[in-house]
């Protein structure tokens, strides 16, 4: 043996010595690597170990190989082609690459191996004993090579040596990995063995249940939870015999039995046990009970008791519930069928009878039985399960068909039974609704019926149900100008007039539609537009003793009936107030003739007077007025000479005051204001009512005015009154013309037309009346005859004319002389008589010279000249001494002249 090759097994014995000792794979396989590459000149080995679960490799050792070309080699995966190391791990065979740069192994690798002048590569897998790849060992020259024998051999061992070291590597590694598992489940299971101390202490401690260590029968060891279960006190129950919680010997024996009986087959032992507490009390448990080692019963036993008084009061209920139930089931009055997958699971009697089957015969069988066709199942799946699917129930009616072929309507109600759990079922509640609906058609057509029945009715018709229209016909519509359907839902307030009128006929109905009667009334009712309409009304409560269900009212258009009434009543209004009319002037005719009448009976303007004054408020009640007459001085201004009423009137005013004087017309005012009242009526300041200033008209010319002022309310008859104040005016105007005439005409027999006194004739009349008179008071009477001496001369000297104004002279002094009581006359001629009535003859003597004195003083002048002295003579004769009648009286006065005439004239003689 050469030292070569005894170098050599050196080598192979220390290295097979650092893989007994457990040396590091690196250091081993590197030294490896050294020992093959001392055989061979310029040869370069190296390691790749093969990853087996991912197939890579992972170059280990390769001391004389460029680190960066190892490096490169890292994570390749191994192939067919994959140089001379992946291809020979790939079919667990040698390869032999001469040519690293011509072999097609090489050509994914060829321009890593070129730069570091590895030309030739051959390698062998490492196997290991149970043929598992584990990598490989490769031999590199840098030049183009083929192994001879020795080397393929050289190559061989090396794979097979490193194949030793690689094993023994994995094996250390894995009884490493091993160890450190098992030490890991000893940790682990140690902290759990721990923890599960810990966990039963705090079970025990403070477990909910009672637990509890028994030993013949005597309690051992027991938590708190027992003691509490028990009303025993901390420690209490330790050593006590378990016959302390049995109610009684009998029971504890019975437990005992049948509970070690259990224990000592080795099973454990369940029971609900009623148990008592110290306080006598029992409560329910449940018990369990098993061998602390079943192999050796005489370490006893572990019980855990769980309170389930609660349970049971749970279960008592929930038993009661279900009984309640199974009754509700079987006696409602209703159908319940419970179906799973449309198969009926079971049903109740009453759900059986509706459909006329026998008990038990619906379960099991296909709800469509009782569906009329295919399509109505079909139909009713889609419509009722969709829903039900939702989560939502199913409410709704079908028709269904019974045993006996007859369909009838059922009210459905279907909802899952689980809604956690939909495929528990559903259940469905169902009533037989057939006669229902078959009364609700009827209704139906009843309705329709009665519906046609408004509908086509000339009458309006409307249903209230407190106060509110539910339900109205189209004549109702139209009758109060609104669209269909339109009055639905409204108040009736809607027709009434006003709120007042609602209220009031509200309470006017209730009491009547109470009694059952019908309240009936004409009523105007108001239209949409606010129109109003009179419409005959009856309205009636649907029920009397049922108020709720409301009322019907019945509307007649009667506005035809109340026009032509109301027509009727305006006529005969109109022909009252005309009759009434007629009447009144009828009566004021009468009063105005009767004053008329009056009037022309009148004999002096002041008891014309005194009868308008009289008739004036007769004929305008209420009123005040005047009558005015025109001054006769020829001033314009008119004079008050009678009133009436309680006006305050002016009693004079100028005629331009006046509107009526002014334009010669009646002048009318209705409504007075102070701007058109005439001035003298304004004068008062006052608030003037109806007024007429009425012009007294006789022969075209204005005499005076009648004023009136009615009373403030006319009554209608404004133009009446004025008419009648325009007739009384005429009256009056006429009856004072006359009166007028009549006075002057009088005047005109009885006066004298030159001297203006009483003449001749009327002092026959006077001496007369005067004579009878004083007899009757027994007073005197005196005559005086006065003649004017020589008279003659005044004619003859300056004419008649002047004559004329001697006799005025005279006469004027004779008016102006004479008491109120006393008559002054023109006798004839020149000669005068004045009639003293009640005068002495003393006193009669002395008026006379009186007379003669004031006549000599009379001075009358004419045409500037005086006319010279004048005297007269006197005789007098006086009642009764002298005469006891006129012819008598008038003689012996004469008869006294005619001496004092010649007795020189110019005295006073007495008869
Ligand atoms: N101017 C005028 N003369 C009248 C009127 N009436 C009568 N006479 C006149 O009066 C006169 C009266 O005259 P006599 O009767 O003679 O008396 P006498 O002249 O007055 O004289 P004695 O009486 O004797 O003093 C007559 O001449 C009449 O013509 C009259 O109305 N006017």
């Known amino acids: 043996m050469t030292p070569a090759a005894i170098s050599f097994y050196e080598g192979q014995g220390r290295l097979l010595e650092m893989i007994a000792r457990g040396a590091a794979l690196k250091d081993t396989l590197d030294r490896l690597s050294l020992l093959i590459e001392a055989q061979s000149e310029g040869l370069y080995c190296s390691v790749l170990l093969l990853d087996a679960e991912s197939r890579r490799i992972h170059p280990v050792a390769g001391p004389r190989l460029p680190a960066a070309y190892m490096r490169a080699l890292e994570g390749a995966a191994i192939g067919p082609d994959v140089g001379s190391c992946g291809t020979a791990m790939h079919f667990r065979r040698t390869v032999i690459v001469a040519d690293i740069l011509e072999d097609p192994l090489w050509a994914p690798y060829r321009a890593l191996a070129a730069p570091h002048g590895l030309r030739a590569c051959w390698s062998a897998p490492i ?128 437990f005992g039995e049948a509970a070690y009986a259990r224990i000592a087959a080795g099973a454990g032992f369940v029971a609900d046990t009623e148990i008592q507490r110290k306080d006598g009390s029992c409560i329910w448990t449940t018990a369990f009970g098993t061998a602390v080692d079943p192999t050796d019963l005489r370490k006893g036993s572990v019980w855990v008791g769980v309170d389930i008084s609660e349970r049971k009061r749970t279960e008592e209920a929930l038993k009661a519930a279900l009984m309640e139930q199974r009754a509700i089931f079987d006696n409602v009055n209703a159908g319940i069928h419970v179906v799973r997958d449309r198969v009926t699971q079971r049903c109740n009697r009453g759900f059986e009878a509706m459909l006329g089957y026998a008990p038990g015969e619906l379960d099991g069988r296909s709800t469509r039985v009782y569906f009329p066709s295919d399509a109505a199942y079909d139909d009713f799946g889609r419509r009722a399960y969709a829903p039900i699917a939702d989560g939502h129930a199913y409410i709704g009616e079908i028709e269904l068909v019974c045993k006996n072929g007859e369909r009838r309507w059922f009210a459905s109600h279907g909802s899952v039974i689980d809604p956690q759990h939909p495929a528990s079922g559903t259940i469905w ?175 002096t303007a002041a008891e014309a007077h005194a009868a308008i004054a009289d008739y004036a408020p007769r004929l305008f009640p209420g009123s005040g007025g005047a009558l005015y007459l025109q001054d006769d001085s020829g001033v314009e201004l008119m004079n008050e000479v009678l009133r009436w009423g309680e006006r305050p009137l002016v009693a004079h005013f100028m005629n331009d005051e006046c509107w009526a004087l002014r334009r010669t017309q009646p002048y009318r005012l209705d409504q007075p204001s102070s701007a058109r009242c005439c001035a003298h009526v304004a004068a008062g300041h006052r608030s003037v009512g109806p007024c007429a200033c009425l012009p007294l008209l006789a022969q075209g010319k204005i005499f005076g005015l009648l004023y009136v002022e009615h009373a403030a309310v006319d009554g209608g008859r404004a133009d009446a009154r ?52 004083a007899a009757r008071q027994g007073a005197g009477l005196a005559v005086a005859m006065v003649d004017v001496d020589h008279f003659k001369r005044f004619n003859d000297t300056y004419g008649h004319e002047a004559g004329d104004l001697v006799l005025q002279a005279i006469a004027q002094l004779l008016e102006g002389h004479v008491r109120q009581s006393d008559v002054a006359c023109r006798h004839g001629g020149e000669e005068f008589v004045l009639l003293l009535p009640g005068l002495s003859q003393a006193r009669a003597e002395q008026r006379a010279l009186e007379l003669l004195r004031e006549i000599r003083a009379l001075a009358p002048t004419h045409g500037g000249r005086p006319l010279g002295p004048i005297s007269a003579s006197i005789g007098l004769a006086l009642f009764p001494q002298h005469g006891r009648t006129p012819e008598a009286l008038i003689e012996a006065a004469d008869a006294a002249l005619f001496r004092a005439k010649a007795a020189g004239r110019d005295r006073v003689l007495v008869a």
């Open 429 to 603: 509640i169902s009533h037989d609704v057939t006669e229902r609906r078959r009364a609700e058609a009827a209704l139906q057509e009843l309705l329709l019926e009665q519906q046609a029945l408004l509908d086509h009715s000339a009458i309006g018709i409307a249903f209230v149900v407190e106060r509110v229209i539910v339900r109205v016909n189209g004549e109702l519509e139209r009758m109060l100008g609104y669209d269909a359907g339109e009055m639905k839902g409204r108040s009736t307030r809607c027709w009434y007039t006003s709120e007042e009128e609602y209220e009031a006929i509200g309470a006017a109905l209730a009491p009547v539609a109470r009694a059952g009667g019908v309240y009936s009334r004409d009523m105007e009712l108001v239209r949409r537009d606010g129109s109003r309409l009179w419409c005959s009304v009856h309205a009636k409560g649907i029920q009397a003793d049922r108020p709720e269900l409301g009322g019907v009212c019945v509307m007649q258009d009667i506005s035809g009936r109340k026009q032509a009434e109301a027509a009727l009543v305006a006529a005969n209004e109109r022909l009252e107030r005309g009759l009434a009319e007629v009447e009144q002037t009828r009566a004021e005719i009468s009063q105005l003739a009767e004053l008329s009448s009056f009037l022309q009976a009148c004999a």
């Open 722 to 773: 004025h008419r009648l104040a325009v007739a009384l005016a005429e009256q009056c105007a006429l009856a004072l013309a006359n009166i007028g005439l009549r006075e002057t005409l009088r005047q005109q027999s009885i006066r004298d037309p030159l001297t203006g006194l009483y003449n001749r004739r009327f002092m026959a009349e006077t001496i007369r009346r005067e004579l009878a008179r």
């Open 127 to 254: 196997v290991s004993k149970d043929d598992v790849v584990l990598g490989s060992f490769a031999m590199y020259y840098k030049e183009v090579r083929r192994p001879n024998d020795d080397e393929t051999g050289l190559l061989a061992m090396a794979a097979n040596i490193a194949g030793i070291a690689i094993e023994r590597q994995r094996r250390e590694d894995e009884l490493q990995r091993y160890q450190g598992r098992l030490e890991a489940l000893v940790a682990q299971r140690t902290d759990e063995l721990q923890q599960a101390m810990l966990e039963q202490r705090a079970i025990f401690d403070n477990a909910t249940t009672a637990i509890f260590l028994v030993k013949d029968r005597v309690i051992q060891r027991c938590n708190r939870r027992l003691e509490e279960l028990l009303g025993y006190s901390p420690g209490e129950l330790n050593g006590q015999p378990t016959r302390v919680y049995f109610p009684s010997d009998a029971a504890w024996e019975a």
